[in-house]
Every structure is written in C-alpha cells, then in structure tokens.
C-alpha cells in the first residue's frame, strides 16, 4: 500500500486516504484525497505552504479521474481514412518504435525529437532525459517550462550560481516589511499563497505591485505601479537610481558579498525618474515612494513572475530587479532577498534533471566534460555516447518537419498547440511530421493531432515527487491504481525502450522509488543536489529543500546565509539596459497586447475546461479593452471582437474595463480554437533564455459584425 494511505478491509469500514499535493500550480498545496464508494474527494490538509487552504482548481481536481473524456486506450491515425481509431498497447508501441527507427535510419539520431512539462513528476523529467540521451540519443529534447520559468532561471544562474525560485521558505514573505511584486498576480494564479500577503500586511508590512492592469492583486497593494507592457526594466533601473541618490545603498554588503557593482552604478546613472516615466508612465512620485519602502524598510522581498520575465529581454528584466536586491544588501537575510513564483506544478524540479535542452541531472550543464563522465556512469553508458546540447522549446517546435529538423516528436505533459506562441505556425509544423506522439489522460489540441496517443495515468494514479516554489521536495502519493488499459509515463518510456534496444530493460525503470534512488545518484555533486533526498525524509519532515547532499546532513531552507554558490562565492552585479519591445506599435497595429491567467482556469485549459464548476465560473475567453478604447471603435460590452497581429487573430467577446491601459489589451491564454490568444503572441525569444515574447506585441482590435 501506498505510503500515507490507509484503505477500508471490509464493508463499512475507514474510506481510503492519501496525503498527498495539488496537481496544478508550483505552490503544491497539501490536500488529503479520499475515495468511498469508487468516488474520490478532495479534502483539506494542514501543510506549511497552504495551512489547509486550496483554491476552486484544486478543490475539484479530483472530478477528472473519472471523467467520461478520459483515454483509457491508445488511439492511432488510420492511414486511410485520416481518424483516430482505437487499438491494442502493442500495436501502438510497434507503431511508434518502427517511425522512430525509420525516421533515424533516414535522417539521423537528431531527426527524432521529445518535448516534455513542468508538470511531470521528478521521476518522469529524469527518465525522459534518460531515454531522449540513451535511448534515444537524440540531443533534441527541450520541455515547455522554458515557456515559463526560463528567464528568471537564466538570471538566477548568473547571478547567484543557482537557479532555485525561493531561495527561502514561503513564510518570509508574511515576515517583509516591504514586499515588492513584479509581474505577479497570485491572488488569480496561486490564491492560496495571498494568506502570506495578508499576514504581511496585518504586520504592518507594505505590498507594492507593477502590473499593467490593476488585478486582483494590485487591488490589495498599497501601491500599484501601471507601466506599459515591457518596460519593466525601466522601473527597475530607475528604482536602483532612486536609491542610489538617496544613499540607501548597502554599501558594507555590496563590497564584501558581490562583484561587478561598479559598472551597474555607472549604467544606471542615467535611468532618473523623469526618464523612466517618460517611457513606463509610471509616475515619479510612485517611483521614488517605491525606492524609499524598499531602501528604508529592515526586511525587504523583491519578487518576479510572469509578467516582468516572458520577453525578450526577460533574463535583463529579471537582473534589473536583481541588481536592486543585490544592492540593497537582501539575499541571503531572514525576511528578505529576492525571488521569483514558479508557475508549473513541478516547473522548479522539472528543469533540474534532464528534460531541458542543455541540462544533465541536478541542474549539470550538458557540455561540462565532468558532468557527462558522472551521469554516463550512473546510466551506464560511455560519456562520448551522451549527445550535446539541443536548442530551447521554440526553436525546436519551430524547426518540426522541416528539411533541417526533426521528422517525429514524442510529446509528454504538453500541449503546444494552445501553449505555443505563433502557435497557428507551430500547429503547421506539428502537422509537418511523419510521426507525432502523444502521451496524455485527455485528448488536447495536441493529442487530436497526433498520430499515436498514449492514455497515461493521472496525478492521484502514481507515486512520486515534486518540488515546489521554494526548492522543497515532496511526496506526491497513489490514491488507487490507474484505469484498466491505462499506463504510466514510467511504464510507457521502460516499455519504449526495451524494444527499442531489443529488451534488457528491467521492471525496477517503472518503480517510482526505484527511479528516485537513480536520481538522487545523478544529481549528486550537482547545483540541485537531491543525494541526501529520501522519500522516508519527505514524510518526516513535510518536504525537503535542496540542495541535500548527505541523508544524515541538513537541508537548505534559506540559501546565501555565508556565501553563494559560485566560483568566489561571491553574486555578481550586471548592467542592463533597457531596450525596446521586439515589436513595437504602428499606424496599422497600434495597441499593445499582453496575456495572462484567469482564477478557474490552468495553462493551456486541457484539464480545467473539462471541470464543470470551473467552466462555470470561467466559461469563455474573452477581450479585455479599457471603455475608452471601446468607445472609440464603437465596441459594446459582450459584443464579439478580433485581435489582429503580424502572425494571426483571435475572436473572443469584449470585456470592457477600466483594470486596463487605454492603449492596451488582455486576453488569457487557456483556450484553443477561434479563441487562441498565442495565435497572435510574438515569437521573438530572449537571446539568453529562450524565452518568448508573451507580454507584448502589436495588434489592432476590430469588431466582428458577422455572425
């Protein structure tokens, strides 16, 4: 039995139970789940990140397990007439082995590519960069966490020498006197984390937001900064000016604890407030009343997300607001620092062990020589065997089907054609394949396309971890056993690779457990050291943080307390310049428009859409346009209206609003179809990360009067 669990012995006795963790979000909040009567409930658990308290998603995650839409057998595309047609497990893996081996024979190891989420369990991310290097050894594997948490990981990295999204414990943020909020709207994307705002404030604490649009968030503030989309690292760099004049600089912690300060003080010399306004319209007033709460408070948070890092320029956004913490002398003090709110449920351990582009296990850099002998002698191959570094989500979905590019693509915890910017081209290139695999519970955008999909268990299916926002691993536990017909992502990747190799994989690649103790090998030595993790340690203790390099050693809640974790055990400083959006607007697209969440719904929608009571509570997509604006192209409230970029359109009703800027508009990006907001997103990328350009891009808005 299940680890946690207990389980009724006869008729009438104690349901089943299960402590385990939400499905959605990086803040993984606790929750018990119960089954009586073959039903599964969701029940509140005392946890240290949530203390009880689930948002509408997860209350009903439970109502997917046996929902009438659930793939409990593999589908292939019949050749003939074009459809999706049910078949047997062998039939689907002899598919997919032959157009693998086909398509390699053709075109080369790199002609084969995966794409993986920030959803999927630690064990799953370690075992599809397994199989992508050994299996299948291509050096094309990349995963759609770059999407999200590709630019503050980047800048982390260079910074602080290591890319952990709280590098303290979420309860800090209840203990800041002043709490600053980039780009982050927790109050609609991760509610149950407001209870730390609130606690903050009932303290005394001041909270600040820069937010485009005033959300439920910035309702909360006692100051909302408005900047127009994209200029993000205007206001950080005139905050740093701000306090740079105002002589509330840590001097003492900047010349004893950090590098390369100099050359920062110099750049943003220039960036005076009068400046900064000019280009964000954020007032002067707001930005030195920002600067003085932040250089005069003693606890002092600085926190990033979304909307200040998915640009191109996102890893420079990201250090601006670095710099200032840096400068302020905050990492590393209780009650202070700088992080940033990892959206994936396991978007933290997700980019740690293997699924993304140019990364080994524990967050080793794939073409570091000493990483590539360590973790081909955990897996038991020759290091020159180990492919080199791929390249990051876009460029690989962009390349799919074309003559340079992979010509099959096996997809696991992702749908691209939702989540994808441009996604009208990536929908193309997928399209382009000579084979597509999809592995999922339900059939998303994504899976209608392809040509085999694989039915894979769910979330209370399987055990496992996961790791939060803060670097705390925990446990993920079965309530019961996957549908008949119905396999998990461990089973199908062993499965895969014992025909591909001809047999000699064992059943130990399928045991969770098993798979962990290989991860905890891998990653040992590593940035994101799990050796000292152990699943009997995660339910001791409510989680462990990493870095955790010995099982009889401490964990690391609070990072930075002596040193950081580079070279000189020093952070280093990096001056960075402003620069505008890569698309700016023009006579014939002359608004600005910006994406993001809505309460009910989650990334690309493919589970939440599916949730009676949260396709209640968020039915429908929808325009959100200041009255002004509306007044000026003569649009009603509810009146249907067109989004028009460079690369495609959206059609959704008007929601008029004065949360937003005259001079731009919102739509949230979980739903397909007509709908789709990424069919009109930028896809420049950051030339450091990867990164799209989510946030901003030029558009005009029309009113649709046909039908």
Not at 39 to 63: D, H
Not at 86 to 102: H, K, M, N, Q, Y
Request: proline fraction near 8%; include cysteine.
């Amino acid at each position: 039995m299940t680890d946690g669990a207990h389980a009724a012995t006869g008729p009438g006795r104690t349901p089943r139970e299960v402590a385990t963790h939400c499905p959605y979000c990086a803040l993984q909040c606790g929750m018990t789940l119960r089954e009586e009567s073959g039903r599964a409930t969701v029940l509140p658990r005392q946890f240290p990140t949530n203390r009880g308290g689930l948002c509408q998603k997860g209350w009903t995650a439970a109502e997917l397990l046996d929902h009438p839409e659930r793939l409990t057998t593999p589908l292939l595309r019949d050749p003939a007439g074009g459809g999706l047609r049910p078949a047997s497990w062998d039939a689907a893996l002899d598919r997919i082995v032959t157009g693998l081996r086909t398509v390699q024979r053709g075109h080369g190891r790199d002609a084969v590519a995966v794409f993986g989420g920030g959803g999927l369990t630690n064990e799953k991310a370690y075992a599809l960069g397994k199989f992508a290097r050994v299996a299948l050894r291509t050096r094309n594997i990349d995963y759609n966490g770059r999407f999200c948490m590709s630019s503050a990981a980047a800048a982390g990295m260079r910074a602080f020498g290591i890319d952990r999204g709280l590098p303290f414990p979420l309860a800090d943020l209840g203990r800041a006197d002043t709490l600053l909020l980039v780009g982050a709207n927790p109050a609609e994307t991760m509610p149950p984390l407001v209870r730390w705002l609130t606690e903050q404030r009932e303290r005394g604490g001041r909270l600040i937001v820069v937010d485009p649009r005033v959300t439920a968030t910035a309702r909360q503030a006692d100051l909302h900064l408005q900047p127009l989309p994209g200029t993000d690292l205007a206001v950080a760099n005139a905050l740093l000016h701000v306090a740079l004049t105002e002589g509330w600089i840590d001097r003492d912690y900047v010349a004893e604890r950090t590098s390369g300060f100099e050359a920062v003080r110099r750049a943003v010399a220039g960036w005076w407030p009068a400046r900064a306004e000019a280009l964000s319209g954020v007032p002067v007033a707001d930005l030195e009343a920002t600067a003085r709460a932040l250089g005069t408070a003693e606890r002092v948070i600085i926190l990033t997300a979304r909307g200040a890092e998915q640009h191109a320029k996102g890893v420079d956004t990201v250090t601006g607001f670095v710099n200032l913490a840096l400068a302020l002398g905050l990492p590393g003090r209780p009650g202070s620092g700088y992080g940033c709110l990892t959206g994936q449920g396991n978007g933290q351990g997700g980019r740690e062990h293997g699924q993304k582009a140019d990364q080994l296990p524990g967050y080793r850099r794939i073409d570091d020589p000493a990483a590539r002998e360590h973790v081909a002698g955990v897996w038991g191959v020759p290091a020159e065997e180990l492919p080199g570094p791929g390249v990051p989500a876009y460029e690989l979905l962009d390349s799919l089907g074309t003559p340079a590019g992979p010509k099959a693509l096996l997809v696991f915890g992702s749908n691209p054609v939702v989540s994808a910017p441009r996604a009208a081209r990536i929908e193309g290139r997928l399209r382009d394949l000579d084979l597509l695999v999809v592995a999922d519970f339900l059939l998303s955008e994504t899976a209608a396309l392809a040509d085999v999909v694989l039915p894979t268990a769910q979330w209370a299916e399987e055990d496992g971890t996961m790791t939060n926002l803060e670097g705390r691993v925990l446990r993920r536990r079965a309530l019961r056993p996957p549908p008949p017909g119905v396999r998990t992502d461990l089973e199908i990747l062993a499965d895969l690779t014992a025909r591909l190799r001809g047999g000699g994989v064992g059943a130990d690649a399928t045991d969770p457990r098993v798979v962990f103790a290989e991860l905890r090998r891998a990653s040992a030595g590593g940035i994101a050291d799990y050796a000292g993790v152990t699943w009997e340690r995660i339910d001791e203790r409510d989680g462990v943080f990493w870095p955790c390099p010995d099982e009889d050693g401490p964990d690391t809640p609070r990072l930075f307390a002596d040193r950081f974790p580079t070279p000189d055990g020093r952070a280093r400083f990096h001056a960075v310049e402003h620069r505008p959006a890569a698309e700016e607007v023009c006579a014939e697209y002359p608004l600005h428009f910006t994406t993001g969440r809505v309460l009910a719904q989650y990334q690309s929608g493919t589970q939440t859409r599916r949730v009676a009571a949260l396709r209640r509570a968020a039915p429908d997509a929808f325009v959100e346009l200041h009255p002004d604006l509306a007044g000026r192209l003569g649009i009603g409230d509810g009146e249907p209206v067109r989004v028009v970029s460079r690369r495609g359109e959206l059609r959704a009703p008007a929601r008029l609003s004065t949360a937003i800027r005259p001079d731009t508009v919102f739509a949230p990006f979980h739903w397909g179809g007509a709908a789709r907001a990424n069919s009109v997103t930028n896809d420049a990328v950051d030339p450091v990360s990867g990164m799209p350009e989510f946030k901003i891009c030029a558009v005009r808005l029309e009113r649709v009067d046909e039908p």
